[in-house]
């Protein structure tokens, strides 16, 4: 099975715009969103608008837990700023996530272990303390640290509180569909999902 649009994959991009700057539209600062209470709505929070190159947008979630390092559920511990990118003018906040893990879902990772994740506001609204909610993660391109990204912009839903769910803030198919679902229904995708990857039947994005 291979639902996934081929294009320039999202962490390659934020790479190569640490490495290199970016070039920011509309942004809100970082400073907005410190003051934010814990349960603020995705909808409500800041976030980057940066002009990226086209990204890879998955039309199922096997492909996309496929594509993905890890796949857990965790909940935000501490938020950190750890500096910017960009032009002078206008930088991109970057902070630093610290996401404790509930639940492995997929790949090398358990419950009680502490994932760190880079959080520009691009692939989606800023994370807060407080969050809970299931993220599908890659590691950095160059494995250099141990830190890890989003899969893509499909990649974190946050329970509501009500036993629903949010997008992090992509409009397409996919991200509405499992917004639409409760949080047990979710992992039971993601479980099948990864019996299916077990049997040989999915691949990653962009796999021969």
């Known amino acids: 099975m291979r639902g996934a649009a081929r294009a320039t994959s999202a962490i390659l991009v934020v790479a190569a715009l640490l490495a290199v700057g970016c070039t920011t539209g509309s942004s809100e600062s970082a400073d907005t969103a410190r003051p934010l209470r814990t349960g603020t709505p995705l909808a409500e929070r800041p976030r980057n608008a940066v002009e990226v190159r086209p990204t890879v947008y998955f039309r199922d979630l096997p492909t996309m837990v496929a594509t993905s390092t890890v796949v857990v559920q965790g909940r935000v511990v501490e938020v950190a700023v750890v ?6 003018e206008n930088p991109v906040e970057v902070h630093s996530v610290a996401l404790e893990v509930t639940g492995g ?8 272990e502490t994932l760190t994740i880079e959080d520009t506001g691009i692939l ?3 994370s807060l303390v407080g969050d809970v909610g299931t993220y599908f993660l890659v590691q950095r391109p160059d494995r250099t640290l141990p830190t890890f990204r989003l899969v893509n912009p499909q990649g974190m839903y946050l329970s509501d509180g009500r036993g629903g769910l949010q997008a992090s803030g992509s409009v397409d198919e996919l991200s509405s569909s499992l917004e639409a679902v409760t949080q047990e229904d979710l992992v039971s995708q993601i479980l099948s999902a990864v019996e299916m ?9 962009g796999a021969p």
């Open 105 to 112: 879902l997929y790949g090398p990772v358990e419950a009680g």
């Open 83 to 88: 500096g910017d990118i960009g032009q002078d």
């Open 197 to 205: 990857i077990w049997r040989g039947e999915v691949l990653p994005a």
């Open 124 to 126: 989606s609204p800023y």
